[in-house]
T-cell receptor, first 113, second 114 residues
Framework: DQQVKQNSPSLSVQEGRISILNCDYT??????FLWYKKYPAEGPTFLIS?????DKNEDGRFTVFLNKSAKHLSLHIVPSQPGDSAVYFC????????????FGTGTRLKVLA | DVKVTQSSRYLVKRTGEKVFLECVQD?????MFWYRQDPGLGLRLIYF???????EKGDIPEGYSVSREKKERFSLILESASTNQTSMYLC?????????????FGDGTRLSIL
């Protein structure tokens, strides 16, 4: 049972345009969410997070939106750059839990120059 | 900067061997994790530890065990390696203080079982 789902395995976007990566979750106890970026042959690196008390968090070109009623979050990258080409994972956790995260299956983003 | 170091980037072993994957973190983090990453399946948690000598099973613990004798070191053990354990293995750590915090990952060990 996949509690965190990324339904798009891949996405291609033109350089300079917006990239939107989506993530859905099923567990209503999740209240902290993160996005990671992973390049080949490297470990995932933390990108941005959001707590359930917010519906938006912004950091430079990256913005994460959270829609709790729809159990949906999205990552917006504006403008997209070729260096953003990577696999993006969303992850979720529940406060009061064991500090572990449930990861989605990932979306491979390709930004075309 | 947090540093999570995995002892090997690439490893080739034979079916039936006992395999040790080592992970060391330098930030005094309480929590440490082992994941495997497979195409189309994302990151799946094998085991985690929230303190020295403490461990809990993740989602796919079968065929694996772990050891945490010191706070900075977390070892993953494949008791009798099988070909379906060929995968990318990722170690991560995170602190307990300050509530939920991002996990910091090592660069992974690509393990091939022949």
């Amino acid at each position: 049972d996949q509690q965190v789902k990324q339904n798009s395995p891949s996405l291609s976007v033109q350089e300079g345009r917006i990239s939107i990566l989506n993530c859905d979750y099923t567990n209503s106890m999740f209240d902290y969410f993160l996005w990671y970026k992973k390049y080949p042959a490297e470990g995932p690196t933390f990108l941005i997070s959001i707590s359930s008390i917010k519906d938006k968090n912004e950091d430079g070109r990256f913005t994460v939106f959270l829609n709790k009623s729809a159990k949906h979050l999205s990552l917006h990258i504006v403008p997209s750059q070729p260096g953003d080409s990577a696999v993006y994972f969303c992850a979720a956790s529940a406060r009061g839990g064991t500090y572990k995260y449930i990861f989605g299956t990932g979306t491979r983003l390709k930004v075309l120059a | 900067d947090v540093k999570v170091t995995q002892s090997s980037r690439y490893l080739v072993k034979r079916t039936g061997e006992k395999v040790f994957l080592e992970c060391v973190q330098d930030m005094d983090h309480e929590n440490m994790f082992w994941y495997r990453q497979d195409p189309g399946l994302g990151l799946r948690l094998i085991y985690f530890s929230y303190d020295v000598k403490m461990k809990e099973k993740g989602d796919i613990p079968e065929g694996y065990s772990v050891s945490r004798e010191k706070k900075e070191r977390f070892s993953l053990i494949l008791e009798s390696a099988s070909t379906n354990q060929t995968s990318m293995y990722l170690c991560a750590s995170s602190p307990t203080t300050g509530g939920l915090q991002p996990q910091h990952f090592g660069d992974g060990t690509r393990l091939s079982i022949l």
